[in-house]
């Protein structure tokens, strides 16, 4: 089946530096990739949809400059959280969208758990 | 209102029940609906789509009825490792909503 990979899955870092996450199909090519946030006990929400080759589309509330995301070529995207503060903490999932006969399907990384000092 | 609404729960049932999950969504250009599973600390995982016909895998059958916006999941003969959240998606051109999820735990 498809697989989606993300790294790191846990990282810790000091309130202020920026951490890059990274997100990879790695038997398939995805021409958009999406980026989620959880909070605990929450759902998932949508920050991002990253089209290969082009500028990411953000949703309502989440700051481009802050959450900056890049994909580079069909199988890979990254998400740097920039001037992390603990209120950042969370965790970070992607997805990837693989194209089918009647519809996408997503599959999932199994997420990034980001803790801010 | 949120797009896609799940009873949070949780249900506690014992091992062998019966259950079923609903979920409502609100924009009636949703065009596919699926049911994920997720468990504590982990991604989303694919359970299964939703089909206006109804669909069956085994112990689970989904359920859609578009003119009242509603979806459905029942669990039959549950088994402590169905133990999870049970997420409602619905997809509308590119974008995928998540409901809250609705907690479920089996017990011996």
């Known amino acids: 089946g498809a697989v989606v990979s993300q790294h790191p899955s846990w990282v810790i870092c000091k309130s202020g530096t920026s951490v890059k996450i990274e997100c990879r199909s790695l038997d398939f090519q995805a021409t958009t990739m999406f980026w989620y946030r959880q909070f605990p006990k929450q759902s998932l929400m949508l920050m991002a949809t990253s089209n290969e080759g082009s500028k990411a589309t953000y949703e309502q509330g989440v700051e481009k400059d802050k959450f900056l995301i890049n994909h580079a070529s069909l199988t890979l995207s990254t998400l740097t959280v920039t001037s992390a503060h603990p209120e950042d903490s969370s965790f970070y999932i992607c997805?990837?969208?693989?194209?089918?006969?009647?519809?996408?399907?997503?599959?999932f990384g199994p997420g990034t758990r980001l803790t801010v000092l | 209102r949120k797009e896609v609404e799940q009873d949070p729960g949780p249900f506690n049932v014992p091992e062998g029940a019966t259950v079923a999950f609903n979920c409502t969504y609100s924009n009636s250009a949703s065009q596919s609906f699926f049911w994920y599973r997720q468990d504590c600390r982990k991604e989303p995982k694919l359970l299964m789509s939703?089909?206006?016909s109804g669909n069956e895998d085994g112990r689970f059958t989904a359920q859609l009825n578009r003119a009242s916006q509603y979806i459905s999941l029942l669990i039959r003969d549950s088994k402590l490792s169905d133990s999870a959240t049970y997420l409602c998606v619905v997809r509308r051109g590119f974008k995928t909503i998540f409901g809250a999820g609705t907690r479920l735990f089996v017990k011996a």
């Open positions: 997805s990837a969208s693989r194209p089918g006969r009647v519809s996408d399907t997503q599959y």
């Open positions: 939703v089909y206006s």
